[in-house]
């Protein structure tokens, strides 16, 4: 019992850790290409930490696989590596007790991990089309700042206002720039406000107490108009409703569906946990190092492994997608097949022990009585 709670403290405690570095490693590489989506005018400034929440979430039943694996290894490693592997080997406890240990965590990791695979991924998935369709719709009043040039997504308006308010409602000495076929029209006025129509849905900057300057570039003829009041259209119609993409589905919805698509989705997600309880047991035979070796000697190994069988699992996603392998295979032998490799790997591992403990008792030949 002592040894089983020491067991899972550590494994534990090592899967904390690693977890929280590739997080880190994922919030990191994230949060750049974020800052490039903000620079670009695609999301606002202030959505960056909520969509890189969502992300980290979304993301996190395809990290938890990895941490499983590297998390094992590494425990397993430190107690090979400090001799406490020999010592509980001398006590009777090999790698089947261990095994038996270890599949204790096994409802854990598959209700955890099943969780977020099946429900939170695709909930968060869902928001983040949200967040970013709403942000490319947004109104482009939204985007003023006081004191510089905001260019239109359709580049036929350059617009600049001196002040504004809070709730970008209510504009102060406003310029704006309309670009035409071959003419162009300055507008400037003390105020202007934002307007909606409730009917269309339009967008519209209504400029108070300026002037029209229209005509042009290069040419003297310019006419000058003065305005009470001069609305200037902005979103022409609302923004469409957001089409969630099939990572966005939720689960419920893909189980019922007959289209090969979502059922490789629906595979996708569902062998998640089952590939982290995969990568558990194979992490057992595999941390098996020599007292020099050190507890990373594996770690190579194990990231080639992987990347195998990533690249597998988004191979058998097309090939259930596009009809060339029965759904009924789909992607569940790719649990098995890391099965298949830890079993292999104790098979070698018992044939050398085996080997060696021959050649250590074979008598040397040729030598004298």
Known sequence: MIIRRYILREIGTTLLAVTSVLLLIFFSTRFVRLLGDVAEGRLPAELVFSVLGLELLKNLASILPLAVFFAVLLAFGRLYRDQEMVALNASGIGQAQIMRMLLLLTPFILVLNGYLALYAA????????????????????????????????????????????????????????????????????????????????????????????????????????????????????????????????????????????????????????????????????????????????????????????????GTSYKWVGKGEISPWIGMWWLPLLLLLTAAVVVAWQVRGQSLWHGLLRKPLTGTKA
């Open 122 to 313: 695709p909930w968060a998935a869902e928001r983040v089309e949200q967040i970013r369709h709403a942000a490319e719709y947004r109104s482009e009043l939204s985007l003023l700042s006081a004191g510089r040039f905001t260019e239109s997504k359709d580049g036929r308006l350059i617009m600049y206002v001196e002040s504004l308010t809070d709730d970008k409602q209510q504009l102060k000495n406003v310029f704006v720039q309309r670009l035409g076929t071959g003419s162009k029209s300055v507008l400037a006025s003390d105020t202007g406000y934002r307007y909606v129509d409730k009917n269309s849905g339009d967008e519209f900057m209504v400029m108070v107490d300026g002037y029209r300057y229209e005509g042009e570039p290069g040419k003297a003829d310019y006419r000058i108009t003065k305005f009470d009041k001069h609305a200037v259209r902005i979103n022409e119609k609302k923004a469409p409703l957001a089409i969630a993409g099939r990572n966005a589905t939720a689960s419920a919805d893909l189980w019922q569906s007959a289209n090969l698509r979502e059922q490789a989705e629906l595979q996708s997600r569902i062998i998640l946990p089952l590939s982290a309880v995969a990568f558990m047991i194979l992490a057992v035979p595999m941390s098996r190092v020599k007292p020099r070796e050190g507890r990373y000697g594996r770690l190579f190994s194990a990231v080639v492994i992987y990347v195998i069988y990533n690249n597998l699992i």
